[in-house]
């Protein structure tokens, strides 16, 4: 499968479904860990006031006031010194004496807050959190009883361990992340390759369009799903039109060039009849006239091709037909040529022959002995083509002149001065460039950058 890109749809749809994921994971932890903070803290204060009326209905009070009892809370830890599980039963009026305190507490004692900091409430009883005896923190449920009808009234007490609360929070804060993490980042997973697989549809189509663009179909080739379907066909019905258009251009191209050829067949013939300056006169304009149509009918079959279909044109291939073309004219000449196999242009041979084959005949007409052909690729999408040659070159005022169509900066060598202006012309159609300089080689190099075909 091929890299994502950033901004594909595939990247995008997965990026935003795995940042709702991720925050909708965040919130469900969160309020589980609340709630199950506030069932923890609800069911410890339960358990502290259920122990403190255990404690209560096991203590009473002899006929001399003295607080009498043995509560038995069923719990270890009441028996373990400075556990931070305490019970403890005090006097709490004047004809109340005695003291009871569980086997951990001892005679230590363990400081409550005045009743006017934290009253009693409603069921006269109250929760608050102090310092323990071992550096816990400690909460306590106190209330106050009466023992008998004689108005001996106690305190009780019942401390437990708060840190306990908060410890089984962190452990099942660390057991709720790590459950949800799993289970995120497998539902992550599975999303992102629902996701994939929901749009291996327009996979298909962009792999039927690479087929089109590699000239290895006509047309766009299902089957596909229900949603691309109609796609498919707008796409095929462009391409029908595309091609139908390419075509007619064609033909009319070509029927035009057919009806001014005769035509100027025939004023050539009459000026030649009619000789002297006047006949060259007529001569040397029917010739023009001649090669310009010839050249705005190339323009126009390049603006209709533009409008076509993909080509693809092998580049090695057709340079060394070339060169072998320019070698026979020229035996003279030596001829380096180099192009690697496996680029492609995307274009029409024609095109590709024409650029390459006016600038090889250009150099060939002002070369001393050597030409230097070349083709490579730039960044796997741009075709790179160089001649050059060790003629005496060009300054940079007689480029500009050369690339005007009809000037020649030299009368003497045969040509009409179009070979440049119509390469030009040629890779402008194709959006490329042509740009001219000094080559190493002593002459001009001419350097062309096209379309390179995937």
């Known amino acids: 499968m091929a890299a994502l890109r950033l901004d594909s749809v595939a990247v995008r749809v997965i990026g935003l479904s795995t940042l709702w994921a991720i925050a909708a994971f965040v919130v469900v932890a969160g309020v589980i860990s609340t709630l199950y903070g506030q069932t923890a803290s609800r069911g410890f204060e339960d358990l502290l006031v259920a122990q403190l009326y255990n404690v209560v209905n096991s203590v009473a009070v002899a006929e001399d006031g003295t607080i009498t009892g043995s509560p ?28 009871l305190a569980s086997i951990s507490l001892g005679p230590a004692d363990v400081p409550s807050p005045p009743q006017q900091t934290v009253p009693f409430d409603e069921n006269y009883r109250r929760e608050y959190e102090v310092d323990g005896l071992n550096g816990q923190s400690l909460s306590v449920v106190e209330t106050e009883v009466v023992l008998d009808n004689q108005n001996h009234i106690a305190r009780f007490r019942v401390m437990g361990d708060a840190g306990l609360v908060a410890a089984d929070v962190r452990q099942f804060n660390r057991s709720l992340g790590l459950y949800l993490g799993a289970f995120g980042l497998g539902s992550i997973l599975i999303n992102a390759l629902a996701i994939l697989f929901g749009l291996r549809p327009l996979v ?67 000026a030649a009849a009619i000789g002297g300056e006047r006949g060259k006169v007529v001569t040397d304009q029917t010739e023009h006239m001649r090669v310009q149509v010839q050249h705005y009918l190339e323009r126009a079959r390049l603006a209709a091709q ?24 020229n035996p003279e000449l030596a001829i380096d040529f180099v192009a690697p196999d496996g680029i492609v242009f995307a274009g029409e041979q024609q095109d590709l022959e024409e650029v390459v084959g006016n600038l090889l005949e250009n150099a060939s007409k002002w070369t001393k002995s050597r030409i230097a052909l070349s ?66 080689l002593g002459g001009l190099r001419a350097v062309v950058r096209l379309p390179q075909a995937s």
């Open 375 to 440: 083709a490579a690729s730039e960044a796997g999408s741009w075709l790179i083509l160089t001649v050059e040659d060790d003629g005496p070159g060009l300054s940079d005022a007689e480029i500009a002149v050369a690339t005007k169509r009809g000037q020649r900066l030299d009368e003497a060598q045969p040509g009409t001065g179009l070979g440049l202006s119509i390469v030009l012309d040629t890779v402008r159609e194709y959006r490329g460039g042509l740009s001219l300089d000094r080559s190493p």
């Open 204 to 270: 298909a189509v962009r792999r039927a369009l690479a087929e089109v663009g590699a000239g290895r179909s006509d047309r766009l080739r299902g089957p596909f799903a229900a949603e691309i379907e109609p796609l498919a066909v707008e796409l095929n019905a462009m391409i029908d039109n595309n091609r139908r258009i390419v075509e007619r251009a064609r033909t009319q191209v070509g029927n035009l060039a057919h009806s001014l050829k005769t035509p100027l067949a025939v004023l050539r013939n009459e």
């Open 72 to 99: 038995d809370l069923g719990d270890l830890r009441y028996s373990q010194p400075l556990s931070g599980w305490y019970w403890e039963v005090t006097p709490a009026s004047a004809n109340t004496s005695g003291r």
């Open 306 to 329: 533009g409008e076509g279909v993909v080509f693809r044109t092998p580049v090695a291939a057709t340079l060394e037909r070339l060169v072998r073309v320019i070698g026979k004219l």
